[in-house]
């Protein structure tokens, strides 16, 4: 059996997939092709200042953490979503995609790292 980091919630994946680690992998390989361009998308919108957009990307975004064995932070995402859909500011949208992103880019360090080893064990 395939030993995940120790930071990613191996036991809510097996609520969600059971023991199946080809799925996750199938997780990880969308979160970092489908997923992460809406979080680069986000950051887009904020330097264009295309604030309206940025609630409706976010919520996309939200899921794939949970999907990942991440879920601790799709709440933090969720918060993000309803302050950006209320009457924000750019300021604080900027500050508070700038407070999130260093979480996002450790997710994405490690799902590349589990990815890699995934493939030198054959899965």
């Known amino acids: ?3 995940f980091n120790s930071q990613i919630n ?20 969308s979160f970092l092709e489908d997923s992460l361009p ?3 998308d986000i950051q887009a919108k904020l330097q264009q200042k295309n604030f309206a957009v940025i609630g409706g990307l976010a919520h ?16 933090k995402i969720h918060e993000y979503e309803l302050y950006a859909k209320g009457s924000p500011t ?19 360090e490690i799902v590349i790292e589990e990815l890699k080893r ?4 054959g899965i």
């Not at 975004?61 to 799709?74: W, Y």
């Not at 995934?118 to 064990?121: A, G, Q, S, V, W």
Request: with cysteine; proline share 6%.
């Open 1 to 3: 059996m395939f030993s």
């Open 10 to 29: 191996v036991s809510h994946l097996n609520n969600i997939y059971g023991d199946d680690v080809t799925i996750v992998k199938i997780m990880f390989e």
């Open 38 to 40: 809406i979080w680069d």
């Open 60 to 75: 996309q975004f939200k899921p794939c953490f949970s999907m990942i064995g991440f879920p601790d932070i799709s709440p």
């Open 90 to 108: 750019g300021e604080e949208l900027i500050r508070r995609y700038n407070e999130l992103a260093p979480e996002v880019a450790k997710v994405k």
């Open 118 to 121: 995934m493939d030198e064990e």
